[in-house]
């Protein structure tokens, strides 16, 4: 079988005479730096179904190892952090989360051979343009967020000045563009377009400008350190706009930063999966833990679940034999049951809205 590696004193482990076979399989995503938070959630769901496989036997009767990769959201850290896959003999990567270290990693991944299923990358083009049919996600996608926002915005807030603003990312930009071109084909009128630049401490420049402008409703495409700082910067000149973003905000983080300047604020995310009859078990053991399951920690957890049982069904960790799997499985998940289209994408319930409240983030009932 492909890429499965003898354990010995090179990899710092030792099993006595007996060497065991195991299959290595990474986590990438942003470990150190501003949006570790997200890292975090990977790594815990990641380890989380690593123990729970390996509790049972591994894979085809073989022990899973996690080999972790810190990327800090970074393109070129990211390919880097892909080649070390390479030569540390991964098999899938679970990851990495934002797309804009997905994307270019992904093409190491393709000619590498390794299989890739992203838990939260969300740009359209990682999977409208994945080089290889070994890329995945089990995530949505923006424009289907973007949809969603849109219309959003435009059933509750007609006649209010709208603003859309993007931190310049993969993500952050097509995300705010994807919800922009909903809203304007829906027939909505943008109050102003604006760019920010992502790890700043101080927007008050911008704020200013969007005061002055008499934004009552501002959209964010970007990440919850810098979404956070501009709600609370927005209480602070005494601004009582309403702010929406997208799933990077799905983490407590968000409410660390601003305090109670973000109760009200809107985002879009997937159906809650903490919620899911099958997931409760995983939940209460990264509870037990002391680790999250909030945001992307059981989409992890998924992605890990899918390629363990693509893996059995093949028969092999072999690359094309899984692949196949891949392509023509139904798995069931944390998530739910699902299976992926022939793009990579995934077929679960979409995007909902949510609101920040007291704290937490919970579904919006109106």
């Not at 005061?211 to 209480?235: N, S």
Request: glycine letters at 12%.
């Amino acid at each position: 079988m492909k890429k499965i590696l003898l354990a010995s004193a090179a990899f710092g482990l030792s099993f006595g005479a007996q060497a065991q076979a195991e299959i290595v399989i990474a986590v990438a995503g942003p470990m150190t730096g501003q949006y570790a938070s997200f890292g975090e959630q990977m790594k815990g769901g990641a380890e989380q179904a690593v123990a729970d496989l390996n509790a049972k036997g591994g894979i085809m009767g073989e022990q899973i190892r996690l080999v972790v990769g810190d990327d800090a959201c970074d393109p070129k850290q990211a390919v880097a952090v892909a080649n070390q896959f390479a030569g540390d003999g991964v098999t899938f990567v679970a990851g990495h989360f934002c797309s804009g270290s997905s994307i270019p990693a992904s093409s190491v991944y393709a000619d590498e051979q390794i299989i890739q299923i992203s838990p939260g990358s969300t740009n359209p083009k990682f999977t409208d343009e994945r080089p290889s049919d070994g890329i995945f996600r089990v995530c949505g996608r923006d424009d289907q967020q973007g949809d969603v926002a849109g219309r959003y915005l435009i059933d509750h807030y007609a006649g209010k000045k709208v603003a859309f603003i993007n931190d310049k990312t993969a993500y952050g930009q097509g995300l705010a563009d994807a919800t922009q071109a909903v809203y304007e084909a829906q027939g909505g009128q943008s109050a102003m377009s604006e760019s920010y630049t992502a790890g700043e401490k101080d927007y008050t420049a911008l704020v200013s400008k969007l005061k002055q402008a008499g934004v009552e409703v501002l959209y964010v495409g970007g990440y919850h350190t810098e979404a956070g700082l501009i709600k609370r910067q927005m209480q602070q000149q005494g601004m009582d706009t309403i702010m929406m973003s997208g799933d990077a905000l799905v983490t407590d983080e968000y409410w660390a930063i601003t305090g109670d300047a973000g109760e009200g604020t809107m985002m879009t995310f997937s159906p809650d999966p903490r919620r899911n009859e099958e997931a409760k078990p995983v939940v209460d053991a990264l509870t037990a833990a002391g680790k999250t399951a909030e945001g992307y920690a059981l989409y992890t957890y998924a992605a890990i679940q899918v390629y363990a049982d693509a893996v059995t069904a093949a028969g092999s960790t072999d690359y094309e034999p899984v692949v196949e799997a891949l392509n023509a499985g139904d798995f069931n998940t944390v998530l739910g049951a699902l299976k992926f289209d022939d793009k990579g994408d995934v077929t679960l319930p979409g995007y909902i809205m949510y609101e920040w409240k007291a704290g937490q983030y919970d579904y919006v009932t109106n």
